[in-house]
């Protein structure tokens, strides 16, 4: 079926759809398809051979492997989430990574290093971040936001994920039981 949209311009307003085996047209889904063709494509597939290799495993030391893996990953992950969290920042990874890194920033802007070429990119740095802050930072809302906003969370919702589970159950359950205690006669009949 054509559309005449113009005297230049013909435009296919229907595909050919090829016939199937017994005339009628193709449906989605409808195709037909050689199974040994499939079959031999899914077996020379890495996903397949990968498959393959992992049926013909013994599976018991797959097991004997893979449980002490995922047990050693679940405490390595408690613990690194023990040292992230504290009251005192100074003491959490994150705190003594930026201590680090102030460190090193002070001994390259002070001292004798303050002359020749790192004198050089320091001032080059400054006026970097001078023309950055002035020309991008401070005529972005966004950026200025990121820029402004102190890392510590104030928001009560926030530092109760902060904590992680302990955090949310505290968080979800401070509100029954302040009203349980305030409200002991609702409770008692």
Known sequence: MQNHVGTNHQLAMQAKIPPNLDGAPVMQGDIPVNPEILRQNAQDSYVGGRTKQIIENDTLAQ???????WYGLCQSMDYFAKKCRGKDYEKTIQGKMGAWGDGVAHKLTT????????????KAWGQFTTFLSDKVVNKSG???AFRDTPAEPTNKMARAQREGMIGFLQFDYEPPVEDFINKPTKYAK
């Open 142 to 144: 966004v950026l200025r």
């Open 63 to 69: 097991v004997a492997i893979s449980v002490p893996i």
């Open 111 to 122: 001292g004798k290093t303050t002359s020749g070429p790192v004198a050089g990119f320091n």
